[in-house]
Nanobody
Framework: QVQLVESGGGLVQAGGSVRLSCTAS????????MAWFRQAPGKEREFVVH???????YYSDSVKGRFTLSSDNAKNTMYLQMNSLKSEDTGVYYC???????????????????WGQGTQVTVSS
């Protein structure tokens, strides 16, 4: 069974930065579709970024240029570096992974079978 554990959230001022981590266990890390989603209070879960089988990365328009996805396969960990944070970035951030190398359409949360418990990011203005 694949397990994902997020960490690194917290309270940050607008314009600041934070780095989230997602550590996987239960299978080899690389070669599978992985993603970050977020959910603000009262809103639906929203796509943030996706990586296909450790290769192509796709960002949502709302975070492009501010967020950067990276991974360390040796540590089974994926990172989300979040810069120039805005109040609208506030929410619970979830990492997710698929059973396959790809997940299409990658922006749909239903395409990912395994999810972490989430980590809260609060951006104060």
């Amino acid at each position: 069974q694949v397990q994902l554990v997020e960490s690194g959230g917290g309270l940050v001022q607008a314009g600041g930065s934070v780095r989230l981590s997602c550590t996987a266990s239960g299978r080899a890390f690389g070669g599978y579709a992985m993603a970050w989603f977020r959910q603000a209070p009262g809103k639906e879960r929203e796509f943030v970024v996706h990586i296909t089988g450790g290769e192509n990365i796709y960002y949502s328009d709302s975070v492009k240029g501010r967020f950067t996805l990276s991974s360390d396969n040796a540590k089974n960990t994926m990172y989300l570096q979040m810069n120039s944070l805005k109040s609208e970035d506030t929410g619970v951030y979830y990492c997710a992974t698929s059973r396959d190398r790809t997940a299409w359409p990658y922006w749909q949360s239903s395409k990912y079978e395994f999810w972490g418990q989430g980590t809260q990011v609060t951006v104060s203005s």
